[in-house]
């Protein structure tokens, strides 16, 4: 056991599922990436090393099956000091959705910092609890290792206040009633990683569309957040798999008041069976969408593609000007055709696409002629929730600049 390494470990607790990856220490390459879902059904697992040595799925049985987070985490530790038994979690990161006001970076947990989460859970009832409960059933599994909350709200916390707040009684605010955005690990892997790739474009003014099931888009001046399509939940802005976006709030009013409809009726409806989903009828993956041939799958892509297209004429607006684009999330990293769709429908914004860059997913996806540099870069979520934790629970001898 002496010649074992160190390795990190990073996860993303959602609803029924846990998302992980393993990382070396300190130079944070990915070994590993993996998840369990369904848990508290038929849970399932996959992993896939990044040298291939390691390509495993395993389904349970029903009586056999983890029947929570902690159940799934201990199970998910024997099966990591088994596989990789050369290796020694020294540290865990988890990716928290909401930090609150609180916090506006990550932080080494302790008690307090659990505290003060649980007490953010109304804020994020779908997301936080889970967060929560991976990172107690982390500690109990790894007793005194250092583990790193780092949240999905905290890039957006540097807000100016008019992008920060609605228009109700200021109290409101006080409270904590804001414009939170998440998707921040995205947006800041991208933001960090910019400055190395295009230095003169990263100081000006991007706007950042992540585009997956989940979706957002945020504006962003010489790498700090100015405004985002997300807002207090992560509801609000573009139509997404299964959430509805911007919706009117009178919609609401009416569902309650004429309807009948409770609130976790609405809230099931506007989370779980409304976006992409709701408007085809068909499904919440774009994939499937784009291989449909029914006119309700084509006008729900048209849809998104037109919310996508209002929210960059508002970003644009917000950041006085666009010097460049940048697509990522599994929709825009990989659909060609919503990225064509969207991009040319920015010609008033002096946009030219590469159809063959934009077909062959290069990188750069504008032409020459345009003068908003338009661009393709895979995100890394894990790979910054690793760097997050690496710098705070002093693990990096050497350090990373050094
Ligand atoms: P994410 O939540 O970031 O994993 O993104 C999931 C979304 O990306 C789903 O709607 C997928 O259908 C979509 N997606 C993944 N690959 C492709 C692809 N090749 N073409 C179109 N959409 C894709």
Not at 174 to 190: A, D, K, Q, T
Not at 225 to 231: D, E, H, I, K
Request: aromatic residues 8%.
């Amino acid at each position: 056991m002496s010649n074992q390494r160190q390795g990190l470990l990073t996860l993303n607790a959602g609803s029924s599922s846990i998302k992980f990856a393993v990382f070396t220490v300190p130079e944070l390459k990915q070994l590993l990436i993996g998840q369990i879902d369904s848990i508290g059904s038929i849970a399932a697992f996959k992993a896939k090393s990044s040298d291939a040595l390691i390509n495993e799925k395993y389904e349970w049985s029903q009586q056999d099956a983890p029947q929570n987070h902690a159940d799934a985490l201990k199970w998910l530790i024997e099966w990591l000091n088994l596989r990789m038994a050369n290796l020694k979690i020294c540290a865990v990161g988890h990716r928290v959705v909401h930090g609150g006001q609180f916090y506006s970076e990550p932080v080494l947990i302790n008690d307090d910092v659990l505290h003060q989460l649980e007490s953010l859970l109304a804020l994020a009832p779908l997301h936080e609890p889970h967060n929560v409960a991976g990172i107690k059933a982390a500690r109990e599994s790894f007793g005194e290792i250092a583990q790193v909350a780092c949240f999905d709200t905290a890039f957006h916390r540097d807000q100016p206040f008019i992008n920060d707040t609605f228009a109700i009684p200021r109290h409101f605010y006080e409270e904590g009633v804001r414009r939170y955005g998440f998707h921040g690990l995205s947006y800041e892997y991208i933001s960090k990683n910019l400055p190395e790739l295009f230095p003169e474009h990263a100081k000006g003014r991007v706007i950042i569309l992540h585009l997956g099931n989940g979706a957002s888009m945020c504006a962003i001046k010489d790498g700090r957040a100015v405004s985002s399509t997300m807002g207090f939940s992560a509801l609000d802005g573009l139509a997404m798999g299964t959430r509805c976006g911007n919706i009117d709030p009178g919609v609401l009013l009416y569902l309650m008041e004429f309807k009948g409809m409770k609130a976790k009726e609405i809230s099931d409806l506007l989370y779980k069976e409304s976006g992409l989903k709701g408007l085809s009828g068909i499904s919440n993956d774009m994939r499937t969408l784009e291989g449909s041939d029914q006119p309700e799958a084509k006008e729900a892509i048209d849809y998104f593609v037109s919310r996508v297209k209002r929210e960059i004429g508002s970003l644009a607006m917000a950041l006085g000007g666009l010097d460049a684009m940048v697509f990522t999330g599994g929709i825009g990293e990989n659909s060609v055709n919503v990225r064509k769709a969207v991009l040319e429908g920015c010609e008033w914004l002096g946009v030219e696409i590469d159809e063959a860059n934009n077909a062959s997913g290069q990188t750069v996806i504008s032409s020459e002629f345009s003068s908003v540099l338009c661009l393709r870069i895979p995100t890394n979520e894990e790979g910054m929730i690793a760097a997050h934790t690496l710098a705070l629970s002093n693990l990096s001898i050497p350090t990373m600049s050094s």
